[in-house]
Structures are given as structure tokens and as C-alpha cells.
């Protein structure tokens, strides 16, 4: 494995741990407050941290690196404000679990931009994952309206990781072009929904601390690092990496929150987990040995 391809793995394990963490942080300062202000909160300090540090990252600016950030950033406020809006009646490890669905989609997704039919293993793999996600929601209250808008927001991140990897498949140095407009847009998003999403708008300290974390952590440091080092791995080598992100947020949300799944939502986790590394490891197989022609 080269040295690069080992960065990368390093930098997005990193990433699905502060996205882990962020589940159990988020869900406890949701009470009452607002999800989709609490969006703008945290992306207005991710923008604010990008200034100082825009000659650092190589931040530039040109129409494509523009339209390809708004397309990127309406995929990104998608998976945002249907991800903290369901975190408000799902539980933390739940909403992970739901959101990691994105891997089996990518699994989908990727073949069909690149204009190529999914094996039958990945569609295979994709109905066991939502077999898994049936039993996940099935013991307490069925499929309530937080997985409902969870499970929109995995089909606004599957699109959006592929994507990324379809905008930054040639190795260059514009890709931070793409950073800031999608902040900026899922601000903008958020802002036109704060009006017509259940919520108050108020900030203390624990909203601003949790805000902060994300956006530097969760947000900056993992945006940045999915524009450079993902297309090293491609979306499914890297999606395989983001199935860690759903049990790191069960280990945060066990030791933040207290919480602890039900034998039959265990069942549910497994059988997700099962379908998600199945349809990544054969669809990174057949990325594999295509490259070998």
C-alpha cells in the first residue's frame, strides 16, 4: 500500500470518529432548540474558521469549482437537515445506524453515474441492510418520522460522497474550490427552513461548544479531507472506512447518553453492518480488478 492510500486511511478513520461522536453530543443539546438553526450555528463557524485559514488550504475561486461546490452543497444540506432534524425524535445510535445506509447506496449509486448495471450482490447487499434497518426500528413505536427523515438524509450523503469522487477524480490542486460554496449553501438551506421546522432559536454555552466541535472536527477537518484524500480510495473503498462511523456513535452514545439497544434492534445493527461491508468488498473487487483490465 503506498504511503498516500495509508493517509488516507488514517485521515478518514479519524473522520468516522469525530462523526461518531457527534451523534450523542448533538442529540443532547437538541431539546427544544431548533435543528436546522443549530445548522446555521455550526456551519457559520466552520465559514468564520475557513477565512483565516484560507491561504493555508490553498482556498481559490472559479466558476466550475462554484457550481460544482452549490451541487455538492445542496446534497450536504440535504443530509444535514433531514440527519439533526431526525436526531430530534430517534435516538443517537439509531440515527447512526440509519444514516450509515448511504454505504450500501453508494454501493448502488457509484455503478450507475459511471453508467455501469449494480451485481446482484450489491442489490442483495442493499435489501439485507434495509432487512437490518426493519428490525432496527421495528421494536419501539415502528418507523417513526426521525428515521423516516434519517433515512432521506442517507440518500442525500450517499449522493454526495459520490459525487465528490465523481468531481474530484483527476488528481489537481483545485479542490478546496469546492470547500467553502457547499458551507455556504447549507447555511443559506438551513436558514430558509429555520421558519417552518419545529424548534426554538435561542444559544448558551453547550450549543456553542457542541456548534464549535462540529465544525471544526466534524465539519471542516472532515470536508477537507474527503476533497483530498477519497479519490485515493474512490467512494466504495471509502464508504467501506465510513461503516465504522455507525459503532463508534453506539460506543459514544452507550457512554454520553446511557443508551443500550434492544436484542432485536442488536439483530437489526448486525444485519445493516452485514449488508454495508458485503456490497462495499464486492464492488471494490470489481473496481479492482477492472483497474487490472
Known amino acids: 500500500m503506498s504511503k498516500t492510500k495509508s493517509k488516507a486511511y488514517v485521515n478518514l478513520l479519524l473522520v468516522v ?45 472559479s466558476s466550475s469549482g462554484f457550481k460544482k461546490g452549490v451541487v455538492l452543497g445542496l446534497f450536504l444540506s ?14 443517537a445510535s439509531k440515527s447512526a445506524f440509519i444514516t450509515a445506509l448511504y454505504v450500501g447506496l453508494v454501493a448502488i449509486l457509484s455503478p450507475l453515474i459511471e453508467r455501469k448495471m449494480p451485481t446482484v450482490v450489491q442489490i442483495a447487499s442493499l ?4 432487512v437490518g ?28 460522497v459520490v459525487l465528490i469522487s465523481h468531481f474530484t477524480k483527476v488528481a489537481s490542486d483545485k479542490e478546496m474550490e469546492l470547500l467553502l460554496p457547499q458551507f455556504v449553501v447549507v ?7 429555520t421558519p417552518f421546522v419545529e424548534g426554538s432559536i ?11 466541535f462540529t ?32 459503532a463508534f456513535a453506539l460506543l459514544f452514545a452507550m457512554i454520553i447518553l446511557g443508551e443500550s439497544p434492544s436484542r432485536m434492534e442488536i439483530v437489526g445493527l448486525s444485519l445493516m453492518t452485514l449488508g454495508m461491508v458485503a456490497g462495499g468488498t ?7 480488478r477492472e483497474a487490472r483490465g
Not at 440535504?78 to 435516538?91: I, P
Not at 435561542?202 to 464549535?212: C, G, H, Q, S, T
Open 282 to 288: 464486492v464492488s471494490l473487487i470489481r473496481k479492482e
Open 127 to 130: 435489501v439485507i441492510s434495509l
Open 187 to 193: 447555511i443559506l438551506v438551513n436558514l430558509l427552513l
Open 133 to 160: 434497518l426493519y428490525f432496527l426500528t421495528s421494536p419501539e413505536g415502528g418507523f417513526n418520522f426521525g428515521d423516516f427523515l434519517t433515512t432521506l438524509c442517507a440518500v442525500s450523503f450517499a449522493l454526495h
Open 215 to 246: 465544525a471544526v472536527f466534524a465539519t471542516i477537518f472532515a470536508v477537507v479531507v474527503q476533497l483530498k484524500y477519497q479519490r485515493y480510495l474512490g467512494s466504495v473503498g471509502a464508504s467501506l472506512i465510513y461503516v465504522g462511523e455507525p
Open 78 to 91: 440535504g443530509g444535514y437537515v433531514f440527519q439533526t432534524w431526525g436526531l430530534v425524535f430517534t435516538s
Open 202 to 212: 435561542f444559544i448558551n454555552y453547550r450549543i456553542l461548544l457542541v456548534a464549535l
Open 17 to 61: 470518529v469525530f462523526w461518531g461522536l457527534t451523534f450523542p453530543m448533538q442529540k443532547d443539546i437538541l431539546h427544544g432548540l431548533s435543528p436546522v438553526f443549530y445548522n446555521v450555528v455550526r456551519f457559520s463557524f466552520a465559514v468564520l474558521l475557513l477565512i483565516p485559514l484560507r491561504k493555508r488550504l490553498g482556498l481559490s475561486f
